[in-house]
Nanobody, 120 residues
Framework: VQLQASGGGLVQPGGSLRLSCAAT????????MAWYRQSPGKKREMVAE??????????NYGDFVKGRFTISRDNAKNTISLQMTSLKPEDTAVYYC????????????WGQGTLVTVSS
């Protein structure tokens, strides 16, 4: 199983970025998928998660997101994406893609991370 994250980079405060996570070895739409992030000296935290139940996706976000980010699936490409807008310097972190058969599963996978830097 591989999760290939991409799309990170340097962006000015107030700007936007779109992260993508391409999954191989699993069917993304059958799994719990999420984005986490970690800043230096801080714990890794959940940014956004998406679950599927009876064909309906349900998304949840960390409290700090406050409507700025949107997680989505592209089943045809077996990817998930994170559209981030109104970025703030405190959003600077390495963003990781995460997959598991379900939330809390003892079997899970991490992507390699992609760095997002928000700075003027």
């Amino acid at each position: 199983v591989q999760l290939q994250a991409s799309g990170g980079g340097l962006v000015q405060p107030g700007g936007s970025l779109r992260l993508s996570c391409a999954a191989t070895g699993i069917v993304a739409s059958d799994n719990y998928m999420a984005w986490y992030r970690q800043s230096p000296g801080k714990k890794r935290e959940m940014v956004a998660e998406v679950t599927s139940s009876w064909g309906t996706n349900s998304a949840n976000y960390g409290d700090f997101v406050k409507g700025r980010f949107t997680i989505s699936r592209d089943n045809a490409k077996n990817t998930i994406s994170l559209q981030m807008t109104s970025l703030k310097p405190e959003d600077t972190a390495v963003y990781y893609c995460y997959a598991a058969p379900f939330l809390g599963s003892s079997r899970y996978y991490w992507g390699q991370g992609t760095l997002v830097t928000v700075s003027s």
